[in-house]
């Protein structure tokens, strides 16, 4: 044991599993915790095990949520005929951010992946076909533009088209400030593929 | 309110308050956490418990510990002759980590920092002083090299020389393995300072 704490010690190794955080960055919080009064660790602890306690994800769309079905999904103002296929949770989160999309979501639980080993049955593919009745107008594939994301792109695409539902995907291209001398081949490819009429 | 559930905005807008952890990172954090099973982060949140319960410092050494006095208090086989004054309880670690150091150490719990506010009173001096009893015969002062550790250790240095105690200052030089072509000018003034007859 490094530390002379054993308390210490098992606060370190379990920040440490966090992703992006190394045993050096889990150190540093865990001296930053012991310099600050015992109720802001306690309202950290607190935050975490409501987290595990109230938070589910919704039985239609799999967002997180504390109330099933989740606000979006009971929201009269949305737009029941659109539904924007995501990866995570936290993709739902960013597009709501934009504020200029008004249907509803689903959210698959992550993207195929045969080499970690995650097939469709992994994601929640059977619940989205079973939400796409009639009164569905449009599915909007918003995964990720990397191998797997257009993967499950793919995938949906063939499951879908038979059932008549207008199938679109996001845009790939140049990011809004980047700079066109640094994108990359496929990126600028995508872009000059999805140019629009000025 | 961003988030669908208050909850997981509860639980990032505490993470986030960690040293270096941003709201991006710490929503990465928390969907990370709302994958995992509720073990994993009940084994987090339990740890942090413990943290405020079982942690307290030293009354010798102002050290973290579990137990008063600390385990390298209360060890017959270190050198009692020698204390180490540092800034944190961190550095502490740093030092044992080199496994070269058997004798004591003193915590101050920072460096003078006029413009932050932080003066003598406000770190463990009084007591530092209290232990430099005759059985004292060297203060090894490892404050960081910068300007608040200098200050700091000028600062001991100048309460400490009437006890007729021996006073050293850790060493600053060019680090290890790194190039003496990109040292600053400081550091190598000191590197060339402190050079030794070989």
Redesign the interface.
């Known amino acids: 044991m490094?530390?002379?704490?054993?308390?210490?010690e098992?606060?370190i190794?379990?920040?440490s599993?966090?992703?992006?955080?190394g045993r050096k960055?889990a150190?540093?919080?865990?001296?930053?915790?012991?310099k600050r009064p015992?109720e802001?660790?306690?309202?950290?602890?607190r935050?975490?095990?409501?987290?595990?306690?109230?938070?589910k994800h919704c039985s239609i769309c799999f967002?997180?949520?504390?109330q099933d079905p989740?606000?979006?999904c009971r929201d009269d103002n949305r737009d029941k005929r659109l539904i924007c296929v995501v990866e995570?949770?936290?993709d739902v989160?960013a597009v709501?951010?934009t504020g200029e999309y008004r249907g509803l979501y689903h959210v698959l639980g992550g993207a195929l992946s045969p080499l970690d080993g995650i097939g469709p049955e992994d994601l929640t593919i059977k619940p989205l076909l079973a939400r796409l009745t009639e009164d569905v107008e449009e599915v909007i594939i918003a995964t990720n533009p990397n191998t797997e994301g257009e993967a499950t792109a793919f995938y949906l695409a063939k499951l879908i088209k038979p059932l008549q539902i207008k199938i679109s995907r996001i845009a790939r291209g140049i990011p809004v400030g980047a700079d066109i001398e640094y994108a990359d081949e496929i990126t600028l490819t995508r872009a000059l593929e999805g140019r629009i009429t000025l």
Do not use: W
């Open positions: 490094l530390y002379s704490s054993e308390a210490v098992r606060a190794h379990e920040l599993k966090l992703p992006g955080i960055s150190q540093r919080h865990v001296f930053y915790l012991l015992p802001e660790v306690q309202a950290l602890t935050a975490l095990v409501d987290l595990t306690l109230k938070v967002n997180i949520t504390e989740c606000p979006i995570e949770a936290n989160m709501e951010k």
